[in-house]
């Protein structure tokens, strides 16, 4: 796992933006003929941030949590102010370096480990006082884009070939 980049609580400030929501989930199977019909709206900041005085975003680097779905380059959406429990995803700082971890039990079942998604890399061993360890923040979301940013919106017209 590389450095985790992080952003200062002021660059969370943005103002509050309601955006439509459709009443129509989006099936996997045969589209609906009423996928176009919007229901209401939210705002993705009260949603994805619900206590904005503890939240923060990082940019990861690196691949440790890959098999979890998150990827190098994703945007974590991390609180500070939630306690981590078992099988929740964190930001911890081990030896001086932000890291990318699960939390779980260790393979013993006594004690407390983080493990990456990537079963190459060993766990690491939570120990009661470690001045060398410290769970961060609890990650809330993972997000990450899966279009090329270079491209416009494609239309039925200008579908490729």
Excluded: Q
């Excluded at 429990?85 to 006594?110: C, D, E, K, P």
């Excluded at 060398?132 to 990450?144: F, R, S």
């Amino acid at each position: 796992m590389g450095d985790l980049t992080w952003f200062e609580p002021d660059e969370l400030s943005a103002p509050s933006a309601r955006l439509p929501l459709a009443g129509e989930s989006p099936a996997t199977g045969f589209p609906s003929p009423a996928a176009d019909y919007e229901e209401d709206a939210i705002d993705l900041n009260r949603l994805l941030m619900p206590r904005p005085a503890s939240t923060l975003l990082m940019r990861v680097s690196g691949d440790a949590m890959g098999a979890a779905g998150i990827h190098h380059g994703d945007l974590l959406i991390i609180d500070r102010s939630l306690g981590p429990r078992s099988g929740s995803v964190v930001v911890a700082v081990n030896a001086g370096r932000f890291v990318l971890r699960r939390l779980a039990r260790n393979l013993a079942g006594i004690g407390w480990c983080l493990e990456a998604a990537d079963p190459s890399l060993p766990p690491i061993p939570l120990a009661t006082g470690d001045p060398d360890l410290l769970i961060w923040g609890v990650v809330l979301h993972a997000v990450h884009h899966l279009g090329s940013r270079l491209k416009p919106h494609a239309t039925n017209a200008n579908l490729p070939n």
